[in-house]
């Protein structure tokens, strides 16, 4: 216990004197470079260095804040390598050997992985044409069942007090170049729109933004080329639909090209990878760097 006593006065003698040099001296002053390291604090053989604190801190910090800062962090540096250092004496010697291998795979991977990534960045080939696209969806069509109904449509919700509904719901049913005109001019005035009915939306999206309409009365308003009015205390909803595709259909291209060209991006990723190892195999192996013993001879 006196152990501990005396290192909790050392630590608090040092704080107050390091209060007071930061009240002084500005943080960039403080943490400026020498030509021989300078040491904040000390566990058996390992020390903490100004150094290893430095950059840890923000120059906007005032010097009490800073000191604060770097009284918390030795004190939180110490407690660990306090820890660290009983555990290595009073853990088993097989448990020890079992962490110092899981640390040495996780360095290996955490190097090898970086070191890959910055490969793939500088030579990867991001671009997936069309053709592309077309032959992998035609190749794996079976693939791409659909586990939720889709719709597309062009829709507005309107206040309940609105003018125009009759002439706003003929102008959306029929949608030629002249009503889409007219129906931009008067957009403003909409709670919400969408006019692009060429994309592609998941039924849950649609029930989310028209209220009245649920899983139990949709088959009676979604369907293919139907107009539709509903209304409730929020509002007055009205849509057309142009298409829709059901459970179990096959996804249109569309709607998932977003997950084809990641699964193509990935899949060149992966082959780039396999052709990195073997080159690097093969390159060491013409240098000598590289060679496997025959323990049997």
């Not at 804040?65 to 290595?88: G, R």
């Given at each position: 216990m006196q152990f501990f006593h005396r290192r909790g006065l050392n630590v608090l003698h040092y704080n107050l004197l390091l209060v007071g040099f930061l009240t002084v001296v500005s943080c960039s002053s403080l943490w400026k470079k020498d030509n021989e390291k300078k040491a904040l604090a000390r566990v058996g053989d390992t020390y903490l260095y100004r150094d290893d604190v430095a950059?840890?801190?923000?120059?906007?910090?005032?010097?009490?804040?800073?000191?604060?800062?770097?009284?918390?962090?030795?004190?939180?540096?110490?407690?660990?390598?306090?820890?660290?250092?009983?555990?290595?004496?009073?853990?088993?010697?097989?448990?020890?050997r079992e962490f110092d291998q899981l640390v040495a795979n996780y360095r290996t991977d955490l190097y090898t992985r970086a070191y890959k990534e910055a490969l793939i960045q500088q030579k990867e080939d991001t671009t997936i044409n069309e053709a592309q696209l077309k032959k992998f969806y035609e190749e794996e069509k079976d693939n791409f069942r659909l586990k939720e109904k889709l719709v597309r449509l062009r829709f507005i919700e309107m206040p309940q007090q609105f003018l125009n509904k009759e002439e706003v719901s003929t102008r959306l049913r029929r949608f030629n170049e002249e009503d889409q005109s007219y129906l931009d001019s008067v957009g403003v005035q909409f709670r919400k729109l969408n006019f692009n009915d060429s994309i592609w939306v998941p039924i849950s999206r649609v029930i989310r933004e028209i209220g009245p309409l649920n899983y139990e009365n949709e088959e009676t308003y979604l369907k293919k080329s139907q107009f539709f009015e509903l209304e409730d205390s929020l509002g007055v909803y009205l849509a057309k639909v142009g298409d829709i595709r059901e459970i179990n259909d096959i996804a249109p291209l569309d709607y998932i090209e977003p997950t084809i060209r990641q699964v193509l991006l990935n899949r060149r990723k992966l082959d780039y990878i396999r052709k990195l190892e073997i080159e690097i195999i093969d390159e060491a192996t013409k240098r000598k760097e590289f060679e496997v013993y025959d323990n049997g001879k």
């Open positions: 950059p840890l801190l923000n120059t906007s910090m005032s010097p009490q804040d800073s000191a604060s800062f770097v009284t918390n962090y030795i004190n939180n540096w110490a407690t660990k390598q306090l820890l660290l250092s009983k555990a290595q004496i009073n853990l088993p010697e097989e448990q020890l």
